[in-house]
């Protein structure tokens, strides 16, 4: 069922289009929304909630209306935003409470889900210590108490693990799995990082500068451009060039090449290429791709020389050429 739908959205910041004519179409689940920095996330994110103005285009959320009825999404949904949002000088128990006050529950119910959801995120023993002593990590937890208080059905994080250290973020994302799992609870969860993704979510929307560039299932998006490994013994450089020859396009670490599965005959024609090169083939199998490596197809159809997420996601790397993105959603990106 889709929680989560907009038909040609755009937000304009002046001349600036920060969101480009977006169509979206998200299940109920978890959802991992990638893209290098400015390229919307957080803009996105706000105009689902109904925090900021569409400029043109429409939307839903669990089937209200992002223009008009900001009011029932909010009340419906966790929100736990990149910003800081928490209040120094509160304690942990009196700020999470005043977040469920604000989401209309009564004071004694309020209080009583903030202790609850205060043990869930870890911080039992930190409750009454004022908010102005705590680590990143216990100020990420005390936002995400904020954020479910109320037991909403979507959680939309804004990079939940931003700026974490390693313990902490492997709390943070224990906490998350268990709210989508156990919890049934759908999340949309914005992140600069793979593995976070990939633990969390089964499905995917990408966006860059604006665009959507890619969404649905990890699994149907990796089964587009399945690849074969080929483990060679020497000759690389030679396997390589015939590959390159044949149109293959291969993508070499050291003895190791990967080249996209065509059709059923593709294993037949590297072994025959190798067999003209005079190269040994040791091993050969289909690949099972990581978030990252799906990731690293994607940018390099639009143009992106980029050999990390990390290149991208975190910095502004050089561009080579950017295609434009495609139209069509979900298309062959
Ligand atoms: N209030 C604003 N006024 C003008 N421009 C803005 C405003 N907010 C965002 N932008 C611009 O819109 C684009 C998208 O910004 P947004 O914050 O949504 O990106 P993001 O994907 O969340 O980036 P990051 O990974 O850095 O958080 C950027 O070019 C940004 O500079
Ligand atoms: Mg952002």
Not at 158 to 168: I, M, R, V
Not at 218 to 237: C, Q, T, Y
Not at 314 to 333: L, M, T, V, Y
Request: aromatic share 4%; hydrophobic share 40%; charged share 25%.
């Amino acid at each position: 069922m889709a929680i989560i739908e907009t038909d040609n959205l755009t937000k304009m910041y002046g001349p600036h289009v920060a969101l480009d004519s977006m169509s979206l179409n998200i299940n109920s689940g978890a959802t991992g929304l990638l893209g290098p920095n400015g390229a919307g996330k957080s803009t996105l994110i706000k105009t689902l909630l109904g925090l900021i103005q569409l400029t043109s285009g429409e939307g839903s959320v669990l089937g209200y209306n992002i223009r008009t009825e900001g009011d029932s999404i909010r009340q419906r949904i966790g929100y736990m935003p990149e910003y800081d949002c928490l209040t120094p000088e509160m304690d942990a128990v009196h700020q999470v409470k005043y977040c469920g006050e604000l989401t209309g529950m009564n004071t004694g119910e309020a209080m009583r889900r903030a202790h609850l959801v205060l043990e869930y995120v870890g911080l039992r023993d930190q409750r009454y210590r004022e908010i102005s002593s705590f680590s990143t990590g216990m100020s990420q937890a005390t936002k995400l108490a904020c954020a479910i208080i109320h037991d909403p059905e979507l959680l939309i994080c804004d990079e939940p693990t931003n700026g974490l250290d390693a313990k902490s973020r492997g709390f943070m994302l224990d906490t998350l799995v268990q709210v989508v799992k156990k919890g049934e609870r759908s999340i949309l969860m914005s992140s600069h990082l793979m593995e976070d993704v990939e633990r969390i979510c089964d499905r995917i929307v990408m966006i860059h500068k604006g665009k959507l560039i890619a969404q649905g299932r990890i699994e149907d998006l990796k089964a587009i451009d399945r690849e074969i490994e080929i483990w060679v013994w020497g000759g690389a450089s030679k396997m390589e060039r015939a590959l390159h020859d044949a149109g293959l396009t291969p993508r070499r670490t050291g003895r190791v090449m990967r080249v996209v599965r065509q059709d059923e005959t593709t294993y037949d024609l590297v072994l025959e290429l190798a067999a003209k090169a005079g190269v040994q083939i040791r091993k050969m199998e289909d690949y099972e791709p990581s978030l990252e490596d799906l990731f690293l197809v994607i940018m390099d159809r639009l143009g992106y020389g980029v050999k990390s997420s990390v290149d991208l996601l975190q910095s502004q790397p050089p561009i080579n050429s950017i295609a434009p993105a495609p139209s069509r959603p979900g298309g062959e990106f």
